[in-house]
């Protein structure tokens, strides 16, 4: 008996629409970051990149629970001395709201070259539009 790979899917990858609105935000990126590396697939193999593309709109209303809104807190480093600058989650929402899941998909994401792979496969979008209708994209929904 043989062990078979499978290939990866190359220009016949799918395209999946994820709708977050009111969805808590842990849960709905550990959907969106197994649905990008395929773990959804029955032939899902981790050294293979066999993912598809993942829409995410409604950005803007997805749900952080408890007090996590104002206690939150996201990092960023210049690199020199007294460049760290702190960010409330609520400020976050305000200014970028697609950056609240790229950050928690992404550290749902291998820290290697195929989670930077797939993490270019994410389109997050503030509000119910997107440009990708001609790619017929599969609804799923999250529990």
Do not use: C
């Amino acid at each position: 008996m043989k062990t078979t790979l499978p290939k990866d899917p190359g220009l016949e990858r799918g395209w999946t629409i994820v709708d977050v609105n009111d969805k808590p935000l842990g849960r709905a990126a550990v959907v969106i970051a197994n649905i990008l590396r395929g773990k959804n697939r029955p032939d899902f193999s981790p050294q293979v990149d066999m993912g598809d593309f993942v829409i995410v709109v409604n950005a803007e209303k997805v749900k952080l629970t408890g007090n996590k809104e104002e206690q939150k807190i996201y990092t960023d480093y210049s690199g020199y001395r007294g460049g760290l600058k702190e960010t409330k989650a609520s400020v976050v929402r305000e200014r970028h709201p697609d950056r609240l899941i790229r950050d928690a998909v992404k550290g749902m994401l291998p820290k290697n070259k195929l989670g930077r792979r797939y993490s270019k496969r994410l389109r997050v979008y503030v509000g119910e539009e997107h440009p990708h209708s001609m790619h017929n994209p599969t609804k799923v929904e999250i529990k």
